[in-house]
């Protein structure tokens, strides 16, 4: 009979304030599509900026006279690594052929003999995109006398992990600004949908009702609302992306569709934001009823 109650108050409540219903729905709204596109700007940052990262080679030049054998051994080598993502072989016709295409001459045609050595690029994973692991792993190719040098650029690796730091550190207190300010904004509006109600809640207190009568009826609206501003909010997101790639503005690599949590989390948190709001709300309001 409560659960009965509790359903169809919460429905004819909806009816009763329609309007402050919808408004507080756009307020969820606005405020799940700030924190959502804020979470996407710093991933999609995070990524473009990781992708670069995880892209930049170590170079290991090799001696002109070492042979196949040799050769063999480094890639055996370098292929069984720990973390090692992708490794490269350019013979020496390669590098002219690179040379060429960079600089537009034919080695070749300058030189009787071609002076590029052949070389391996190497690439991390991200789990081991750490400047003291590549360390250990260029110290380890400086063992084997076929490796004439190891080109490792440190101070652009770790200019870029500053940045990715910076970053990171920079977009969490933005994202926690944002939150608090939603917060407050969905708070406002969710006393005014609640103060519509002042006749209904004091006529039921009247009646005897408990608190938990009283409040019950609300926290189911509250949850409806903050679904509906949650299932908005990521409708709007996904439109927007598209719209980007529509118009070809920009492809972004991280898209809310392709992220099953954060579309769950987002929807958890429009319904405990709304739910937890009218409960503040309505324990108010009782103060002034009683």
Do not use: C
């Not at 070749?108 to 690029?121: A, E, Q, T, V, W």
């Not at 992306?241 to 690599?253: F, K, Q, S, T």
Request: proline share 2%; charged share 20%; aromatic share 12%.
């Amino acid at each position: 009979m409560k659960f009965g109650y509790i359903i169809r108050e919460g429905v004819i409540g909806i009816r009763r304030a329609r309007m402050p219903f919808m408004i507080s729905v756009f307020s969820i709204t606005i405020a799940l599509v700030l924190v959502g596109v804020g979470i996407l700007a710093v991933d999609n940052g995070l990524q473009y900026i990781g992708d670069f990262q995880t892209e930049y080679d170590l170079e290991i030049f090799l001696e002109n006279e070492s042979s196949a054998d040799q050769k063999r051994d480094i890639a055996v080598n370098i292929s069984e690594y720990p973390g090692v993502f992708r490794m490269d072989y350019l013979s020496k016709e390669d590098a002219a052929a690179l040379y060429n295409a960079e600089f537009g001459e034919d080695v070749l045609s300058l030189l009787d003999d071609n002076p590029l050595p052949s070389s391996f690029r190497v690439t991390f994973d991200e789990d081991h995109l750490s400047a003291v692991y590549i360390q250990s792993f260029i110290q380890s190719m400086e063992l084997f006398e076929a490796v004439d040098e190891v080109i490792f650029r440190q101070d652009l690796f770790d200019r870029v992990q500053g940045i990715m730091q910076s970053i990171y550190i920079i977009a969490s207190g933005g994202l926690f600004l944002i939150i608090l300010s939603t917060v407050f904004l969905t708070a406002n509006n969710l006393r005014l949908m609640i103060l519509a109600r002042y006749d209904f809640i004091e006529i039921v207190r009247l009646l005897g009702a408990s608190d938990f009568m009283v409040k019950a009826p609300f926290f189911l609206e509250g949850g409806i609302l903050g679904f509906l501003g949650g299932i908005l909010s990521i409708l709007v997101i996904a439109g927007f992306e598209w719209g980007l790639a529509y118009a070809h503005i920009i492809d972004l690599p991280v898209r809310i569709m392709n992220h099953p949590e954060l579309i769950l989390g987002m929807l958890i948190f429009g319904i405990s934001l709304s739910s937890l709001g009218v409960l503040k709300a309505v324990r108010r309001m009782l103060r002034f009823v009683s």
